[in-house]
């Protein structure tokens, strides 16, 4: 099977219709619908049953996508290991990133990677910090930016740490919670951010907030929050300080330490040899030594 040809199979099978693959390939549906009978020619088996709802793969079929979908990765990754051998910064970045890093600090850090490498690609994936893990693990991303506690074992690079805020309009000391009628917003994430907030509730206060509200974005609750509908618990990397609002650091009672979250850079030794990759690492190192908590305009510790 040619490259051109696991291309038309694996996008058939993603697609599951003749029209909308037919787009994606820039074919004609009576050309497409000719080189998918040579393909199943070839193959000596009908790969795709053909309905009025589209196709849908047969055992055969689903045998042949899978080393389809196998031959192109290959392709690519040979492509990628050949590009790392030139002098210029060639291939595919694949990045998977927590999602508040993805849509807060990171595209800056591309922007300038796009600027000074015009021909890399870059791929990105965004979830919550065990996602990336899992991305990393399946092969489906170069390097991982992951946010919290990880017992990743392979390649482990510290950012910066930022300071959890009680965020509120009104609240002014940590004390107050009790003393409002509106709610606790807060947003869904990764089961070992809310076990830190649960655990610092718990050290704080005998019972659970009064009224809560729950978001499926921290965006979401962000804006909830500056818009006074009741209180959040954010990262500063979430806020630019000139928000009209009143950021109260979560502190430990007992030691009377702020409390933080830390960002990490992770991946294989191996994908970090690869020249794109390298070039990623050195620009985020960089982004991260001059990275500042706009939430009070101090310089993060490291």
Not at 61 to 85: F, H, N, P, R
Not at 139 to 157: F, N
Request: charged residues 25%; proline residues 3%.
């Amino acid at each position: 099977m040619t490259t051109t040809e696991a291309q038309i199979v694996k996008v058939l099978s993603e697609e599951g219709n003749m029209r909308k693959a037919a787009e994606r390939l820039f074919l004609s549906q009576p050309a497409l619908s000719q080189r998918l009978q040579s393909i199943e020619k070839d193959w000596g088996a009908q790969l795709f049953l053909r309905s009025q709802k589209g196709l849908t793969p047969t055992p055969a079929g689903e045998l042949v996508i899978q080393y389809a979908i196998d031959t192109i990765a290959k392709k690519e990754e040979i492509y990628e290991m050949i590009q790392s051998l030139n002098s210029k910064v060639h291939g595919t970045l694949k990045i998977a990133c927590a999602s508040i890093v993805g849509h807060t600090w990171l595209p800056k850090v591309l922007k300038d990677f796009m600027t000074q490498y015009p021909e890399a690609k870059i791929s990105l994936i965004t979830g919550w910090s065990s996602e990336i893990v899992k991305s990393l693990y399946e092969g489906e991303a170069h390097v991982g930016i992951v946010r919290g506690h990880t017992d990743w074992k392979g390649s482990k690079i510290h950012l910066f740490r930022d300071t959890l805020y009680l965020v509120d309009k009104e609240i002014k000391e940590i004390d107050e919670v009790f003393e409002t009628d509106r709610p606790f917003i807060q947003f869904k994430s990764d089961s070992n951010y809310y076990q830190e907030i649960q655990q610092w509730w718990q050290r704080h206060f005998k019972s659970n907030p009064h009224r809560q509200i729950t978001v499926d974005q921290i965006e979401t609750c962000k804006q909830m929050a500056l818009n006074g509908i009741g209180y959040a618990i954010l990262p500063s990397i979430t806020l630019s300080g000139h928000e009209d609002v009143n950021t109260i650091p979560l502190t430990n009672n007992e030691e009377e330490f702020e409390l933080t979250r830390d960002t990490w850079l992770i991946g294989y030794e191996s994908s970090f040899e690869l020249r794109q990759v390298a070039a990623f690492v050195d620009l985020v190192k960089k982004h991260a030594e001059c990275l500042y908590d706009y939430s009070n305009s101090t310089e993060e510790k490291k």
